[in-house]
């Protein structure tokens, strides 16, 4: 699965809304939105803290293998 993906499936496991999580993360609603679109990908500062945040490794988030 593509990184948009599974940031989309980690949030809904998570039980939050776009809102919710770009609280959490300090941006934007509409940069959550963007990633799950691929309108934009996160910096790799931002894909440490979503990675730290779900508890997942950054190769896992991205689904590199």
Known sequence: M????????????RNLDQT???????VSAKTISH??????EPSISQLITL?????VSIDDLVDRK
């Open 51 to 55: 990675a730290n945040f779900f508890d």
């Open 2 to 13: 593509s990184f948009s993906e599974n940031l989309k499936i980690l949030r809904k496991q």
């Open 35 to 40: 990633w799950e679109t691929l309108y934009s």
């Open 20 to 26: 919710s999580l770009a609280k959490v993360l300090n």
